[in-house]
């Protein structure tokens, strides 16, 4: 017995360990290992009760010790990784997704001493509070252009979700166990929504497998229907009806939430005919690409193209030191290149062709002329038809060079764009002002695309209003340089 009575608390460390080294990589930013040994200490907490039941080796020390472990892996973890994907400038809301772990904390005390929940539990349970918050935050950090991404990097979403789930977790709101109860503890209402729970949970796999999303979704899904269910049926009187609709409402709202994967039936004809035709070729491109010294291209149509492109070029976010999200006088992107290439040649083409098109352009910027290390896509037509294939295209030629596309100008591509170079530790750290450099798509009328000079171009033609005197602007490195802070020529 010397020995066994150690067996359940060791497994609990394992619990706990896993929560601490969780922090640790998720505050240098590598989220989905951090979700992964969540759930590594979600299995070792569902193996320390099991191992104290089957050895009988109960304890106040392991009680404790397992609100300990649960707190640091199910209410820190969390909550930090929450900390990672606020996008928020204002300093007071910051660290407003650390209540989270205080509530947890507050939970679990609660839970420690009362005696009504063996079979259910009065409150959210912090495992299923975990679950929800480290899926959404690498749900949006890998996908920066989705719609929980774009909710993130507001001010309020993170502040009302961390007040929600922590009201949740200390209010007395009954919430199903997992396991389905029988005999004189089986309650038919719980059971019916274990059972609307569990078909949900098997729902979200079929769809993540059938749609090629994130594997994040399934337990985001889960865990979210998991509350609806528990809250509607308490508000609803046992509701089964409500539960069965809330689920289908949720899979269909949080659909575009994940990504979706490009799959070889969907593969673009002519990235095929690329790989077959010019693999030797496309290896080269991929060898000088992605380098530290390469320069940031922004692809999209003349209007959205030259927005974000000013926004990279003179955002400050951030600090550079240290990425804290503060502003600290210098750019951002201090020290790189930043190239338009402002597409004239898709207006008015959809499918294929502006998927073709979007290859083709993002092959040019790969190409020495440009020597690109990160490429971003914005406007109207490419984030949505051929981002997916330029990704394609480049993990299947080993070319490491990220893409980040959104039809959303709004959207902060500096942050995406900042937070994507920090991770791969790819900025020149040149303590110079950022260079602007404007390209403009051209066809050889052959059939391929080539980036000529924007003075060749007729701008009035091209754009209309203030847009066209910012590319005028552009145009002119000498005015340009004596009224802004960076440096803009033309190729």
Not at 241 to 246: D, H, K, L, M, T
Not at 430 to 456: A, C, F
């Amino acid at each position: 017995m010397g020995i066994r009575k150690h067996i359940p608390n060791t497994v609990t460390s394992m619990n706990l360990i896993c929560g601490v080294v969780g922090v640790i990589v998720a505050l240098n930013g590598n989220l989905q290992t951090a979700f992964i040994l969540m759930l590594a200490a979600a299995v070792f907490d569902f193996l320390d009760g099991f191992a104290a039941r089957l050895l009988k080796a109960y304890s106040e020390t392991g009680k404790e010790l397992d609100s300990l472990a649960d707190d640091v892996s199910f209410g820190v973890l969390p909550s930090v990784m929450l900390y990672c994907v606020y996008g928020t400038d204002i300093p007071a809301l910051r660290f407003f997704p650390l209540v989270i772990a205080a509530f947890s904390a507050l939970r679990l005390a609660k839970f420690n001493l009362d005696e009504r929940q063996h079979s259910s539990f009065l409150g959210l349970p912090t495992p299923a509070c975990a679950m929800v918050c480290g899926s959404l935050a690498v749900m949006a950090s890998a996908r920066p252009d989705s719609l929980l991404s774009g909710l993130c990097d507001g001010d309020l979403f993170i502040p009302l979700l961390s007040v929600a789930l922590s009201a949740l977790l200390v209010c007395e709101i009954p919430m199903f166990a997992m396991k389905v109860a029988t005999g004189d503890k089986a309650s038919k209402a719980e059971n019916v929504s274990r059972i609307i729970f569990f078909c949900i949970a098997v729902l979200s796999v079929a769809v993540t497998v059938a749609w090629s999303l994130n594997w994040c979704f399934i337990p985001f899904v889960t865990f979210v229907s998991y509350i609806v269910i528990n809250v509607l049926r308490t508000i609803l009187c046992h509701s089964r009806a409500a539960g069965a609709v809330s689920a289908v409402i949720l899979l269909v709202c949080l659909g575009s939430c994940s990504r979706k994967v490009e799959t070889p039936d969907d593969e673009l004809p002519m990235v095929k005919e690329l790989i077959t035709e010019s693999l030797p070729v496309l290896h080269d491109l991929a060898e000088s690409a992605g380098k530290t010294s390469g320069t940031i291209a922004v692809i999209g149509d003349p209007s959205s193209c030259l927005r974000v492109a000013r926004e990279l070029t003179s955002s400050d976010l951030f600090d550079n030191i240290d990425a804290r999200p503060v502003s600290d006088a210098l750019p951002d992107f201090a020290g790189e290149t930043v190239v338009a290439i402002c597409d004239t040649l898709s207006s008015g083409t959809g499918g294929d062709t502006l998927r073709e098109t979007a290859v083709r352009i993002a092959l040019c910027a790969v190409d020495s002329t440009v020597a690109c290390k990160m490429i971003v896509f914005c406007g109207t037509g490419f984030p949505e038809y051929g981002s997916a294939d330029v990704e394609n295209l480049f993990s299947r030629i080993g070319c490491d060079v990220p893409v980040i596309a959104s039809s959303d100008t709004s959207f902060s591509f500096a942050g995406a764009c900042f937070k994507t170079l920090r991770d791969r530790n790819a900025f020149t750290h040149d303590v110079s002002y950022p260079i602007l450099k404007v390209y403009m798509t051209e066809s050889d009328g052959q059939g391929e695309i080539r980036l000529s000079d924007l003075k060749s171009f007729s701008l009035e033609n091209l754009v209309s209003g203030g847009e066209a005197a910012g590319i005028e602007d552009a145009a002119c490195p000498e005015e340009q340089a004596a009224s802004t802070s960076s440096n803009i020529e033309t190729e």
